[in-house]
């Protein structure tokens, strides 16, 4: 029995001679929100698509929770939320929900119950005789993830599921998306384009460039390895501290704190706390700058085009 | 899978397509009760068969013909190009039941949708009829005995179109793109052959038998003549016979032994075998068998 409820091996995908996804190996752990980022045409959507089966791989396998992708048996542990749902245009709110748990297995009864269940979670009662096909984006993007977890199912899917909104619907729906991890226990793998509002909600990121994973890790560690050191201080005599340091470290002064640059971040704080110490200073502030996913993913994707930089030289 | 048996089904019964089928129903009905309320009759047999004709013609034609190949074309290229296209078939798929399910559920949706519609059609057909012609008992279970042979020949050609527009509707993305075929099969089936055959007809040009295996519109007819046989054949007058074979090639003129019957013009009507009809059904049987396994086996790899 494996411990991973997604496992994909080896993946490839290729349309004609365009390879989307190039010998993809991920495995994700139960109960883990793990952020899926990447730019555009990236292969992010494909992956996804291809964990749900929409999509058979070119080349490699998966398993999800030990059933092979695109079974039954996987497919009744994922829900999906595609980055573009489509609606049938006859269909109201309710009556789409009904038909998805319907389809998903659920008998009449308890479809009804789940129906009004998600109605209810997702804020969607006032507007359920509606045709969803007429609904604003917003709530679109709702009723796609209500759909979603219609049978309860143990792996979330959302691809770019806060694409197209405005702030106040994105942190509904990620607000949502948080009450479901921690409610449900979920395990769930988003992708989306807006970092600052991913990194709030996922504990593991994997990066993908050009249809390559460039980075599979805990989002604290992917953090701490690419983390430049960067120490902001602020002392009750700033112009002091800049006096013993200056020609050591790296600095700028940022709104009155000093933000220093350097690779001996741990130096650097035993050299301030001595300095303060000494000096009878008063330490307003010592915090090391957290690298946030928007950086990181900056970071990251500048690496990778310099490095592309260097091979299209080297070639 | 009822539910999406159920949602193929109320797709398939779609106000336009009952009003269709009401109309079809309606428009046969009432050309045959209005030809049928003669005055003089010569025959009892002699008019049993010219209603009977009038009537199969109505259905190879109307019923069984535009109607429901045009029907069963519209409904079976959307079945999955129509979900492709909208973006539906997406979660259709990401939900635990297998492509093979879902598939088979649609097919049987939309093939009793379309008996419905056919049945409807037929129904409305036979009343309109009975009633405005004013027939009488033994008219009535005349006409009525060929129904099971209308149902059975709707089956083939219903199995034969939905399983080339299953096929075509799993390869295209789109279903105009499935659905163009078998418009152009229809035209084909019911149209050009006529047409040429008229036109041959008129310049004295001898057909050659070997055009039997393109023509589409006899291979339907003899299909149609089959199954009408196994309700009791199609009969009638050499001039009664005429116009169906005109239209349908099905039966043929053969002229008669100048010395047995006086007069240079003396033919009579004969089925034309050109193909044995069972070699017909087993080719149609087959095709049938293929575009269903071809669906299945495109469908279970199809990248949605």
Known sequence: ?315 | MKVIFRRTLEESLRIPAIIISILAGVLAGVALGRTANYNTIPAFSYYMNALLIRQHMAVFFLINGVVLMTMISAISSGLIAGEVHEGTLRILITKPNSRSTILVSKILGMLTGTAILSLLALTIMYIIEIFMGKLDGNLVSGLLSYAPAYLLYGTIVTLFFSSLGVLLSCIAKRKVVALLPLLAIMIVTLGLPIVFRIVMEFASVEMSPILSLVDLNYHFSSIFRWCCDLCGGIHGTAGQLESLAMLTNMFEARRMDPDVVRGPASAIMKENNSLPIMGILAVYGLLICINYLSSFIIIRKKDV
Do not use: W
């Open chain 1, 1 to 315: 029995m494996s411990e991973y409820c997604i496992e994909l091996k080896n993946v490839t995908k290729k349309f004609g001679k365009f390879t989307a996804v190039d010998d993809v190996s991920i495995r994700l752990e139960p109960g883990k929100v793990y952020g899926f980022v990447g730019p555009n045409g990236a292969g992010k959507s494909t992956t996804m698509a291809i964990i749900m089966g929409a999509l058979f791989p070119t080349k490699g396998t998966g398993r999800v929770f030990n059933h092979p992708l695109a079974t039954p048996g996987a497919l009744k542990e994922l829900g999906y939320s595609p980055e573009f749902t489509s609606f049938y245009s006859d269909m109201s709110c309710v009556e789409y929900l009904y038909y998805m748990a319907t389809l998903a297995g659920l008998s009449s009864d308890e479809a009804i119950k789940r129906t009004n269940e998600l109605l209810d979670q997702f804020d969607l009662k006032q507007h359920a005789n509606r045709k969803v096909a007429k609904f604003s984006t917003g709530m679109k993007k709702k009723v796609s993830l209500a759909q979603s977890m219609i049978h309860r199912p143990k792996v979330l899917l959302l691809d770019e599921p806060t694409a197209n909104l405005d702030p106040t619907s994105r942190q509904e729906i990620l607000d949502t998306v948080r009450k479901m991890v921690e409610e449900e226990n979920l395990t769930v793998l988003i992708s989306s384009h807006v970092l600052t509002e991913l990194e709030t909600i996922i504990n593991h990121v994997i990066m993908i460039d050009h249809g390559h994973i460039i980075l599979d890790a805990p989002i604290h560690e992917a953090q701490e390895k690419f983390k430049q050191g960067i120490l902001l201080v602020d002392t009750s005599n700033n112009d002091l501290v800049l006096e013993k340091l200056a020609n050591r470290y790296e600095y700028r002064i940022e709104e009155e704190d000093i933000r220093f640059n350097t690779i001996e971040i741990e130096q650097l704080k035993k050299d301030i706390v001595g300095i303060v110490y000494n000096e009878n200073l008063t330490l307003n502030m010592l915090k090391e700058e957290v690298l946030s996913l928007d950086s990181l993913y900056k970071q990251i994707m500048e690496g990778e085009t310099k490095n592309e930089g260097n091979i299209q030289k080297n070639a």
